[in-house]
C-alpha cells in the first residue's frame, strides 16, 4: 500500500538477523535516513571503526522510506525565532547550511550511483484565496530576510508552470529538490554496506544502556531476533528511531523528547500524457497550498501525483500501530485535496494510501546530540522536515562522536535540549486540539474568506 516500497528496483528483500552477540565501536539503532546518513560519514571519519545498524523491520520502514519526498531546506523553527534564540549569525548559518544541503545531498546519492529520481525542481507554494495570498507574502518576506532567494508568482505565472485550479499567485522557492524516498534510504544503506557498515533487520533494540568512556566500561544494547536477545556492547551508542524513540527503553533520556505524529499519504495511478498535457508540471516542483494544515504533494518520477498532509490523530500515550498508517477519514481528504487542485483527476484513481510517524520536540527544535562521558548520541525531531535535515544530522553526529569541531558541531542544534512533552493525558488533549484547529481554520477561511480568528489565537502554541 506504500507507493515507495512497492515500486523499488528490485524486489524487497529483508538482510539477516542478530545471531550472536557483539563488540562493536559503535551500534546504530534504526535503519532510516538518520542512522545511514551517521554510518556514512562515521565511515569516512572514523575508518577503523567496527559499526553495526540494528533495524527492527528494514531498512526504510520507518518515515524516510514513506516520506512526501520533499529534500527541502525547510528547517522546522522559523528564522525570525531562531534569530531570537541564537543570534542572527548563527540563525543565518542554520538556512545557508540546509540550503546548500539540498544539492550536496543530490550528488552524494549520484556519487554512490543511487537512482532516486532526484530533481531539483523547487518549491511552489500556491495561494486560492486572499487570505492564503496574505500568508505568501509573509512567506516570502520571511525568506528574503533569510536571505533566500524567494520569487513571488502571479496568478498566470502559476498557472505557465502548474494549472492549479483557484490559484491566485504563488511563491518559488529554489532549493527543494523531489525524491523517490525508498530508492533513497534502500540505496544509501547498500552504499553504506559496501564500506563496511554491517546492518541487521528483523533485530528489535528492547532496551540500551550506554556506558562510562572514564572507566573504558562499554555500553549495552539489548537485541531480539527470533525471539533470542543478544547483546551489542557498544563504546558509542547512536539512537536514530525518531518518531519510534518512544518505544525503547534508556535510562539516558526521556520517552517524552519526542512525540510522534502521524502524517498521510496517497497517490493517483500514473497519469496520462493528455492529463499531463493541461496540468503542465514539467519542472518536478514540489507543490503545497498555503492552506494552515500542512500538505505536500510531488510529481513522481512514474508520471503519479502523490500528495500527503496532517490530520492524523496523535495517540494516547505516543502509540505507534501499524493501524495508524491509514485512516480513511484523512485519506478522503487527501483525494478530494487533490481532485480540487486538479478537477481532471475527477476519474483517476487512487491506488495507494499509506502513513507514518515522524518525531516532534516539544519546542519544534531538531536535536542532533552526543554525550563524550558515556558515549550516547541521539538525532530526531525534525517535525516533518527530515530528508535534508537527517542528512545534515548524519554530519553533525559524525563530527561530534569523531571529536571533530566544525560547522555542524556549531549549529544551534547540537547539544540542544527541549523540554520534555506533558505527560498524559495533557499531551493527548494539547497536540489533538492543535490538530484540530488547524482543519477548522481551513474551513473557517473558506467559508468567511477572512484569516481564521482561530488559528491567529493559537499560532504561538502551536510551533512554527
Ligand atoms: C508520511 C510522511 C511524510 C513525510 N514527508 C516528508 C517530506 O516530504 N520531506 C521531509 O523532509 N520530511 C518528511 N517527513 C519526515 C521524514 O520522513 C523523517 O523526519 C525522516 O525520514 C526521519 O528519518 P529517521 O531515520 O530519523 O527515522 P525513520 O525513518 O523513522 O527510521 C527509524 C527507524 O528505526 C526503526 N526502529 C524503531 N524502533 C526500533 C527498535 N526498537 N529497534 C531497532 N530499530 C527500530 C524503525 O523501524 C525505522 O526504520 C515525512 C514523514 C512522514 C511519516
Known amino acids: 500500500m506504500n507507493l515507495w516500497l512497492e515500486s523499488l528496483d528490485a524486489p524487497l528483500q529483508h538482510r539477516a538477523g542478530i545471531t550472536d552477540d557483539l563488540d562493536v565501536d559503535i551500534a546504530i539503532v534504526g535503519g532510516g535516513f538518520t542512522g545511514l546518513w551517521a554510518a556514512h560519514f562515521l565511515r569516512q571519519e572514523m575508518p577503523g571503526a567496527k559499526i553495526v545498524v540494528l533495524e527492527k523491520e528494514f531498512v526504510g520502514f520507518g518515515a524516510s522510506g514513506r516520506n512526501g519526498g520533499w529534500a527541502s531546506a525547510l528547517y ?10 541564537v543570534g542572527e549569525e548563527r540563525a543565518r548559518n542554520v538556512r545557508e547550511v540546509w540550503r546548500r544541503s539540498v544539492p550536496e545531498l543530490g550528488a552524494e546519492l549520484a ?19 486572499k487570505v492564503q495570498m496574505k500568508r505568501v507574502e509573509a512567506e516570502f518576506l520571511a525568506a528574503e530576510h533569510a536571505g533566500e532567494g524567494a520569487v513571488r508568482l502571479s496568478r498566470d505565472q502559476v498557472k505557465d508552470r502548474i494549472n492549479f485550479s483557484g490559484a491566485v499567485g504563488g511563491l518559488f522557492i529554489r532549493e527543494c529538490a523531489r525524491i523517490h524516498p525508498a530508492k533513497a534510504v534502500r540505496g544509501l544503506a547498500s552504499a553504506v554496506e559496501r564500506a563496511g557498515v554491517k546492518i541487521y533487520e528483523e533485530s528489535e533494540v528492547l532496551s540500551l544502556r550506554p556506558g562510562a568512556s572514564s572507566v573504558a566500561k562499554k555500553g549495552i544494547v539489548k537485541v531480539r531476533h527470533l525471539g533470542i536477545i543478544r547483546r551489542v556492547h557498544a563504546t558509542h551508542i547512536v539512537e536514530a528511531t525518531e518518531g519510534f524513540l518512544p518505544s525503547i527503553n534508556s535510562p539516558t533520556r526521556s520517552n517524552r523528547s519526542v512525540v510522534p505524529v502521524y502524517s498521510l499519504m496517497t497517490a493517483t495511478e500514473p497519469l496520462s500524457p493528455e492529463i499531463w498535457n493541461e496540468i503542465g508540471w514539467s519542472g518536478n516542483e514540489t507543490l503545497t497550498e498555503a492552506s494552515h494544515l500542512i500538505t505536500y504533494a510531488q510529481r513522481t518520477a512514474d508520471n503519479r501525483i502523490a500528495i500527503g498532509g496532517r490530520g492524523a490523530p496523535y495517540f494516547f500515550n505516543s502509540k505507534i500501530s501499524p493501524e495508524q498508517d491509514r485512516d480513511p477519514v484523512v485519506h478522503g481528504h487527501l483525494r478530494e485535496l487533490a481532485r480540487s487542485w486538479f478537477p481532471l483527476l475527477r476519474d483517476v484513481n487512487f491506488t495507494h494510501a499509506w502513513g507514518g510517524p515522524l518525531g516532534i520536540s516539544r519546542d519544534w527544535h531538531p536535536t542532533v546530540s552526543f554525550n563524550e562521558t558515556n558515549g550516547y548520541a541521539r538525532a530526531g525531531g525534525y517535525v516533518g522536515d527530515g530528508v535534508t535535515s537527517s542528512y545534515v544530522a548524519g554530519r553533525t553526529l559524525a563530527d561530534l562522536i569523531s571529536g571533530k569541531e566544525s560547522e555542524f558541531t556549531r549549529l544551534p542544534w547540537a547539544n540542544h535540549q527541549s523540554p520534555q512533552w506533558e505527560a498524559e493525558p495533557v499531551r493527548w488533549l494539547a497536540i489533538n486540539a492543535g490538530l ?29
Open 436 to 464: 484540530k484547529v488547524m482543519t477548522w481554520a481551513d474551513r473557517e477561511e473558506r467559508l468567511t474568506h477572512k484569516e481564521s480568528l482561530i488559528a491567529r489565537a493559537m499560532a504561538p502554541l502551536l510551533g512554527h
Open 111 to 129: 556519487r554512490h550511483g543511487i537512482d532516486a529520481g532526484y530533481s531539483y525542481g523547487g518549491n511552489i507554494t500556491v495561494a486560492r484565496t
Open 76 to 85: 522546522p523553527v522559523a528564522f525570525d525565532r531562531l534569530v531570537i534564540e
